[in-house]
């Protein structure tokens, strides 16, 4: 159908998340059509990336350098972890631009339904930061039953060890409509709710 | 915020048509957890297509090899060339596995607003193709404003020239709904019906 090298760069590209047969195909003209240099770019950015990433031996975040950037810098503070699910989970906390402590990538989550236990995500290495300077850690797995899992899981494994662990709100999105909240959300809300 | 691939890499991403700074992102972190091989191949479909990539010098396509598959295909009609705007019009046409001639491809449209004219797009290319083999040119180009303009004026030269050329069929999308119908596809639909 379409010549050896749109193919073969379609079938590459259709394998990204979100990038369906037909948006693979638009993109692989687009790249098809770009300037040698930008193309060149794009396919180094790609495999000079890939190549030079690895997992921060400290918090298991995806990065260039170990320890990573956040790990290595001395202005975030020791004492609080915020435990996440995935990489993009840093991210994302990263651009409130608001933390200040260090972060725990569990890579993944508790799943007895696909046969996912504590062993197969990053716990133990956990464990083994809990040292005396931590004084807390925010449990920041998603608010689904493997996330909340996940959460109670660990929690119950730190308090006996005298550290703070928390858990970020369930409530209401910031711009939402109440009427078109779910009820576990609603209630989460209402349990949740704080004095103004 | 991000790491230095994550954001050079994300960057290069949301170059991509349709691929915003969020999905870049996303597709970013997906690249970087890949395994190597896979990632290398991503970028070597991405860089070698392009360096391999060129125009068809009969009919504009884009191509590895010149002349492309369909101009050497020895079993496509000389007899009949569709004429299209863009190298994707091409595979959108071979999807049909139905037309059997060879193709143009204009890479543009008449656009006297975005100065844009016969002398911008491969207009005397198509005129150097009409040899005494030509029986009838289809003209593929867009039905919108552009597309129009391109196909009466290629039309007007052609036909002096004892050629055959023809309009693709504007009318109702197989699957619509005529309520939705706006009036210039209705009307349109209205003035090509054909006998059943």
């Known amino acids: 159908m379409a010549s050896e090298p749109i193919a073969r760069m379609s079938t590459q590209l259709a394998r990204l998340p979100g990038v369906g ?22 396919a180094s950015a790609i495999w000079d990336g890939r190549k030079s990433a690895r997992l921060c031996s400290t ?53 007895p339904m696909d046969g996912i236990g504590p062993g197969d995500i990053r716990i133990r290495e956990l464990m083994e930061r809990l040292t005396g300077e931590v004084e807390e850690v925010i449990l920041a797995t998603n608010p689904d039953v493997e996330g909340e899992a996940t959460a109670s899981y660990i929690a119950r494994l730190i308090k006996p060890m005298g550290i703070k662990a928390t858990r970020i709100a369930r409530g209401l999105p910031v711009g939402s409509d109440l009427e078109y909240a779910d009820e576990m959300t609603l209630s989460r809300a209402f349990e949740g709710r704080l004095e103004i």
């Open 21 to 42: 047969p037909k948006s693979a195909q638009r993109m692989a003209y687009h790249i098809l059509q770009m300037p040698l240099d930008q193309a060149r770019e794009l």
């Open 59 to 111: 918090c298991g975040d995806l990065t260039a350098a170990d320890p990573c950037p956040i790990c290595a810098n001395p202005k975030r503070s020791r004492g609080l972890i915020c435990v996440v699910r995935d990489p993009r989970d840093v991210s994302a906390i990263e651009r409130m631009h608001s933390y200040e402590g260090l972060y725990h990538v569990l890579h993944g989550a508790l799943s």
